[in-house]
């Protein structure tokens, strides 16, 4: 190599580190911007603070009544000849779902109206229910009874 080979090779190493000197500062800056801006590792396992959502949670009341009513309307749906067996629901606003079974219209009643029990199946465990729907004079079916089983 003649020292005309040995300035270029050495002015190029000049630049690639000239531009090495540049660029890592450079990335470094731009990634602190995707680090937490807390003071500390643990601070940054805190929960936020701050609040996305406006649609306030349904209270644990108003739960079961959504579930009543989804009950209610596949219970009330039923052909009486489907009544025997087990019939699922699941109520997707609440994330409740359940198993209704042994759905019988009582004897000796007057009126159109049918027994149930049911299992409810929600974030705060497994729960059975008896209940009791029936029909109103407008032809809906209406919850007589919907109590925590043995209750």
Known sequence: MDLTEATVSGKSRVKHRALLALLVPLALVSLAGCMSS???AASALMIDPVTTSSVPPLSADSEIMSDESVVRDLAGGLDSSRLSGLHPWSNPLTGSAGVISGLQAPSGETGSCRQFKTTRHAFDGVSLFDGK???QDDGSWGI????????
Do not use: M, T, Y
């Open 38 to 40: 807390r003071d500390n």
């Open 133 to 135: 729907i029936c029909r």
């Open 144 to 151: 007589v009874s919907f109590e925590p089983a043995g209750g």
